[in-house]
């Protein structure tokens, strides 16, 4: 079975960070997201992927190219003009089998395909949801359903206070191929707002079933930082670069802490990185690859890309620091978003 992965979106709620990058190549724990759903999805037996790109479709095709470096095949579907999550799966007919997984590509997940697979192949449905409950379902696909599981409404995006349910779509679907003779081509179009509605309204059986383990949409920014403290928490277990260097504290090779310098857990430091004289990291940091923290430095409960630097005395709380960008000694920064463009690119 292939998985397409939806990563075309222009990510505007989390910008600046998206600003010049797709959202499922933001990092998480150091490591583009859509690298860690590309292994698990390997882990998992689906070693031949589709990837419907449209916003700087490049970060991606040149990070993973064809995909052999991580042991799976990958091919790319592209889009004059965005599609919609339904009309980028229309788009990539030509790829896909007669049985497929579609997956929001932007959702930090650890999701067992296979239970759904078999909900699947148990109701005889033509799609499957993947569901999870949340508190607040107003920001996510709602869906109502009858005892048997099935389907019998969907709603994207209900206003607050009018969600039929609180179980939301994960945004994982398996599909049977004859939904794709539901998808009209050439236009954009919505999966939440006009494909699932109308198979449901035409009679199809549209199942849903329940999405196990960890599960977060990256959406936001807030959501962004707090996939991150789950993850130093150890709710959300992903394979990650480096070793422990005590509980809570992992760093990568070559990084050098200064006498003096204070890790304080839990923590995540990556790989070359510089730790000054009496600089203080964590609790709750993630410090990306190649990164400089000057003397006196601080920064908590705050995520840095690759090769940032917060120099001399600087201090960052809340703060979610692009990659390449420099904050200046003795800069205080709270909660701020930041990102840069990398001088190579055009402005
Ligand atoms: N190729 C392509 N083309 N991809 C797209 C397009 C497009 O035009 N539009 C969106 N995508 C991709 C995004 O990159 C993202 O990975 C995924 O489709 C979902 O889009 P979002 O914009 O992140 O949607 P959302 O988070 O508001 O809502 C969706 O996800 C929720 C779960 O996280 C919906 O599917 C909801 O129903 C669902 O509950
Ligand atoms: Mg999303």
Same mark, same amino acid.
């Given at each position: 079975m292939k998985a397409l992965l939806l990563a075309g979106g222009f990510g505007t709620r989390m910008r600046p960070l998206t600003e010049r990058l797709p959202k499922p190549m933001a990092p998480v724990g150091n490591r583009p997201w859509l690298e860690h759903l590309i292994a698990g999805l390997k882990e998992q037996g689906i070693r031949e992927i589709v990837i419907a790109v449209k916003h700087y479709p490049e970060r991606i095709i040149d990070y993973f190219g064809d995909?052999?470096?991580?042991?799976?095949?990958?091919?790319?579907?592209? !889009?004059?003009?965005?599609?919609?999550?339904?009309?980028?799966?229309?788009? $990539?007919?030509?790829?896909?089998?007669?049985? =497929?997984?579609?997956?929001? &590509?932007?959702?930090?997940?650890?999701?067992?395909?296979r239970a759904l697979v078999e909900t699947h192949e148990r109701s005889g449905a033509m799609v499957t949801i993947g569901l999870v409950e949340v508190a607040d379902?107003?920001? =996510?696909?709602?869906?109502?359903?009858?005892?048997?599981?099935?389907?019998?409404? =969907?709603? !994207?995006?209900?206003?607050?206070?009018?969600?039929?349910?609180?179980?939301?779509?994960?945004?994982?679907?398996? +599909?049977?191929?004859?939904?794709?003779? &539901?998808?009209?081509?050439?236009? !954009?179009?919505?999966?939440?707002?006009?494909? =699932?509605?109308?198979?449901?309204? $035409?009679?199809?059986?549209?199942?849903? &079933?329940?999405?196990?383990?960890?599960? +977060?949409? +990256?959406?936001?920014?807030?959501?962004?930082?707090?996939?991150?403290?789950?993850?130093?928490?150890?709710?959300?277990?992903?394979?990650?670069?480096?070793? !422990?260097?005590?509980?809570?504290?992992?760093?990568?090779?070559?990084?050098?802490? &200064?006498?003096?310098? +204070?890790?304080?857990?839990?923590?995540l430091v990556g790989s070359r990185v510089t730790i000054g004289e009496r600089a203080v990291v964590g609790p709750y940091a993630v410090i990306g690859d190649d990164c400089v923290i000057g003397r006196g430095a601080r920064v908590t409960h705050s995520i840095l890309w690759d090769r940032c630097t917060a120099a001399e005395a600087a201090q960052l709380n809340r703060c979610i620091v692009g990659s390449g960008l420099k904050i200046d000694p003795r800069h205080l920064l709270h909660e701020a978003v930041v990102n840069v463009i990398p001088e190579a690119e055009t402005i």
């Amino acid at each position: 079975m292939k998985a397409l992965l939806l990563a075309g979106g222009f990510g505007t709620r989390m910008r600046p960070l998206t600003e010049r990058l797709p959202k499922p190549m933001a990092p998480v724990g150091n490591r583009p997201w859509l690298e860690h759903l590309i292994a698990g999805l390997k882990e998992q037996g689906i070693r031949e992927i589709v990837i419907a790109v449209k916003h700087y479709p490049e970060r991606i095709i040149d990070y993973f190219g064809d995909g052999r470096k991580l042991g799976v095949d990958i091919r790319y579907t592209h !889009e004059p003009v965005p599609l919609g999550t339904a009309g980028a799966v229309k788009n $990539a007919e030509a790829l896909l089998g007669s049985r =497929f997984v579609v997956i929001n &590509a932007d959702i930090v997940h650890r999701a067992d395909i296979r239970a759904l697979v078999e909900t699947h192949e148990r109701s005889g449905a033509m799609v499957t949801i993947g569901l999870v409950e949340v508190a607040d379902p107003s920001q =996510f696909g709602v869906v109502e359903q009858s005892a048997d599981g099935r389907i019998v409404r =969907f709603v !994207e995006k209900p206003p607050r206070g009018e969600a039929p349910s609180n179980r939301i779509n994960a945004g994982i679907y398996i +599909m049977e191929r004859d939904v794709l003779q &539901a998808i009209p081509a050439g236009r !954009e179009v919505s999966i939440e707002r006009e494909t =699932f509605p109308s198979l449901i309204a $035409a009679g199809h059986r549209v199942q849903g &079933a329940d999405v196990s383990g960890y599960w +977060m949409d +990256m959406g936001t920014s807030d959501r962004y930082r707090r996939i991150h403290w789950d993850l130093l928490d150890g709710k959300l277990e992903l394979e990650l670069p480096g070793r !422990e260097l005590g509980r809570g504290i992992r760093i990568g090779e070559d990084t050098e802490i &200064a006498q003096g310098a +204070m890790l304080v857990p839990p923590v995540l430091v990556g790989s070359r990185v510089t730790i000054g004289e009496r600089a203080v990291v964590g609790p709750y940091a993630v410090i990306g690859d190649d990164c400089v923290i000057g003397r006196g430095a601080r920064v908590t409960h705050s995520i840095l890309w690759d090769r940032c630097t917060a120099a001399e005395a600087a201090q960052l709380n809340r703060c979610i620091v692009g990659s390449g960008l420099k904050i200046d000694p003795r800069h205080l920064l709270h909660e701020a978003v930041v990102n840069v463009i990398p001088e190579a690119e055009t402005i």
